[in-house]
């Protein structure tokens, strides 16, 4: 049966206030199941369709874009990052991208401090030490981590997130170091030191934070040669995307004692992340939760909305529209 509004298809069962409002304003074809699409059955599930609601993750490369029916005019992900859609195929097929910045900086903020935390004090160990039943009580030379108040932070990426995590780290009174495309204005670097160079800025990191978005730049931009020059054990933290950092070289240095931890939401090839870290006591590991907040997740969703609502009802131009570089 057909409703006459256009079909929008739903990659992934999304919270229920945002897939109530999907079905409200569009002929809406729901995920309950949450099931992954891969490009062949995505081509085949949007036929009729003129809007897709995806997430990062989704397969929706060149070829997969190029497979997608006529009728697809909008992709809007359900999420900052779009390293996933192939922003220049879609433009080449005349179909508009967009994404959802600004919502879920406070709440990436939050899990890029806990993970700085969370690797600093070897919550990892405390916490399976006590789960396993092998705490044997309080003792002088426990679970001994590293002070974070007074150290350097150095942040790779100094965009919403990046500034929101400074924001948070100043609260622990850490040095705020930066690398990003351009200086900011004073009112917004507040203090912070600009390393125009990112490679001159690793060794002023007692903390590295990861705050770039994935491209052909960033692309294992943590390798063995970078993390040389970060002091001997610093702590590295991915909040970002896991392609940024070369896992062997990480893993490598994390075994060696050359860094003393590492805090990662986000992996290389996620969920099948790299064996070698499910072993390493020295990391502090999360999956992928760094906008996982139902206000944040709601959030995400309103505005992939407003972004359908606005090119396919209204036929305006999203207001977060994704330009192909
Ligand atoms: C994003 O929005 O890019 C996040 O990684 C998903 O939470």
Redesign the pocket.
Known sequence: MTTGKPRVLATRHFPPDVEARLAGSFDAILNPEDRLYDGASLAKATIDCAGIMC??GDPLGADTIASLPQSVRMIAT?????EHVDVAAAAKRGIVVS??PDV?TDA?ADIAMLCLLGAARRTHEGAQMLRTHHWVGWTPTQLMGVHVTGKRLGILGMGRIGQALADRARAFRMQIHYSNRSRLPAELEKGAVFHADPDAMLPYCDFLSINAPMTPSTHKWVNAERIGKLPKGAIVVNTA?GGVVDDEALIAALKSGRLAAAGLD?FDGEPKIHPGYYDLANTFLLP?M???TIETRNA?GFKALDNLEAFLLRNQTPPDLVKAS
């Open positions: 997430a990062a359900f999420s900052v990052g779009y994404n959802t879920l990436t995307r986000v992928h760094g906008s996982a995400m």
